[in-house]
Every structure is written in structure tokens, then in C-alpha cells.
């Protein structure tokens, strides 16, 4: 199946129980994302945003329903042009044991030093650059980055890489307001063209997005724009 420089995605009434489990993680759900369109999913803790996240990657397939990506069943895609359709940033980001320029190159093999320093400064992360540069160790025999770095370190590979569909895990968590607000302008306008879904459980922010959904015990609860809900 083609690569496309556009993504729908279409979730048909599925459900999905992780093996061994009493109840399904995600329970008959439904949900459209138009190409260009910017959601935010939101809900406590545990209510399956995540397992729903995996499941649009494939990690897992659906026991019922079916999942479409461009209108076509997401089972025919294979491996390598699904992982060039979609980039995800998940709850916890790998970060190796290298150099800062090899924890973002793999986003953007043809990405010069730099397009990597300027995804980094808009993720707020140029400081990192001030004493050696993209050859910075970063990770074991280097610098530790927190948690809120490493999440960044993802956003900056998500935003070089070319996949007109972002999946973002909690990018934000962690990260104080002012940093939040700046990266989810810089989110809305560098991926005006691409496809973003963001799981998130902060209510601020959710003005720049285009439709928010809710979600309790893996269904849809409520939907809405910023203003209705
Ligand atoms: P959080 O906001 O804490 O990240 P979440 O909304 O992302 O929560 P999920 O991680 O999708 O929630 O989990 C949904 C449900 O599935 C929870 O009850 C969780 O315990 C269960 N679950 C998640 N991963 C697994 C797994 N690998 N095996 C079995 N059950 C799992
Ligand atoms: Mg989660």
C-alpha cells in the first residue's frame, strides 16, 4: 500500500481485553480523526488512553472492530510504511547512550545539525547544546536528562520526522505551565498540516486543539470543542 503525506484515522466500535484480564481496556469505541485535525484525549488515570494509542501503532489488534488508516484496514500496511505514516511519543521516551545527534537523527536521516538545533530550541531543550553541542553524551556516562527533557528529546524527533500523523503519550507532563503553553503553540502551528492526537490528563492547553475527547473505562464519554465541553 502507498505512503501518503496525509492521515485519517477511523476507529470502528473496537474493543480490546489485554489477556487474562475480566473487562476490556477499550469497549466498543468509535472515533473519526480527519487528516489535519488536532484531538486531545483526555481521562483518568487507567481509563485506556494508552492502550488505545497502541493499538492505532498496531502493538496490538483489536478482538473486535476494525481500525482504518486512510480508509484502508490498518492490517495491510506493513511495518516499515506504517512507521513512516505515524510517529508516536510514548509515556516513557528511549533515550540511548549517545550523543544528542544520534538520539535525534533517527527521526530525520537527512536532517542537518542545523534543523536538529532548531527542533531542539523549539522544544525548549537549546541549553542542552551549550557546552559540546549535538556531541553531547547524553544517557549512561553522561547526562542524565529528566524526565520532562527525555519527553522532549521525543517531541523534537516527532516534529523532525516526516509521518503526517503524530501520537503523543503525555508530552507535557512533567513540565511547568509556561514551557507547556509554549510548546503546544509551537505544536499547533509547525504541525498544521499533519495529524495529532494527544493524550493528555492537564486541562490547560486543550483551547489550542481542534476537538477534545473524553474517556472513562475505555469508552468515549464526551466529545466536544474546547468551547462546548
Ligand atoms: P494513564 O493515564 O495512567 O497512563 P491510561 O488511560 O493510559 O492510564 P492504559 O494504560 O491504557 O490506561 O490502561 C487501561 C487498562 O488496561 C488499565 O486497567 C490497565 O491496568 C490495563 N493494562 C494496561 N496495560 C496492560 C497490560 N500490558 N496487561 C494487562 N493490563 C494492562
Ligand atoms: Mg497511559
Known amino acids: 500500500i502507498a505512503l501518503s503525506s496525509e492521515a485519517s484515522v477511523s476507529l470502528n466500535d473496537i474493543s480490546f481485553t489485554y489477556h487474562g484480564q475480566p473487562f476490556p481496556a477499550i469497549n466498543n469505541l468509535t472515533l473519526q480523526i480527519a487528516n489535519g485535525e488536532h484531538i486531545a484525549l483526555l481521562g483518568r488515570t ?6 488505545l494509542l497502541q493499538l492505532m501503532t498496531r502493538a496490538w489488534d483489536p ?38 545527534r544520534d538520539n535525534l537523527i533517527l527521526a530525520a536521516p537527512q536532517a542537518s545539525d542545523s534543523e536538529l538545533e532548531s527542533a531542539l530550541d523549539k522544544v525548549g531543550l537549546s541549553a542542552l547544546l551549550e557546552q559540546d553541542g549535538l556531541n553531547a553524551w547524553v544517557g549512561e556516562g553522561g547526562r542524565q536528562l529528566s524526565g520532562g527533557e527525555q519527553r522532549r528529546i521525543g517531541l523534537a524527533r516527532a516534529i523532525l520526522h516526516s509521518a503526517p500523523l503524530i501520537l503523543l503519550d503525555e508530552p ?8 507547556e503553553n509554549q510548546i503546544l503553540t509551537m505544536l499547533k502551528q509547525h504541525c498544521q498540516h499533519k495529524t495529532v492526537m494527544m493524550i493528555t490528563h492537564r486541562l490547560s492547553g486543550l483551547d489550542k486543539m481542534d476537538r477534545i475527547y473524553v474517556m472513562d473505562a475505555g469508552e468515549i464519554i464526551e466529545q466536544g470543542t474546547h468551547q462546548q465541553l
Open 172 to 179: 507535557t507532563e512533567g513540565l511547568d505551565a509556561d514551557t
Open 63 to 100: 478482538q473486535q472492530g476494525s481500525i482504518q488508516l486512510n480508509n484502508q484496514p490498518l492490517n495491510i500496511y506493513d511495518e516499515a510504511t506504517l512507521r513512516q505514516m505515524m510517529v508516536v511519543v510514548s509515556q516513557r521516551v528511549h533515550i540511548f547512550s549517545a550523543t544528542l
Open 46 to 51: 487507567g481509563c485506556g488512553k494508552s492502550t
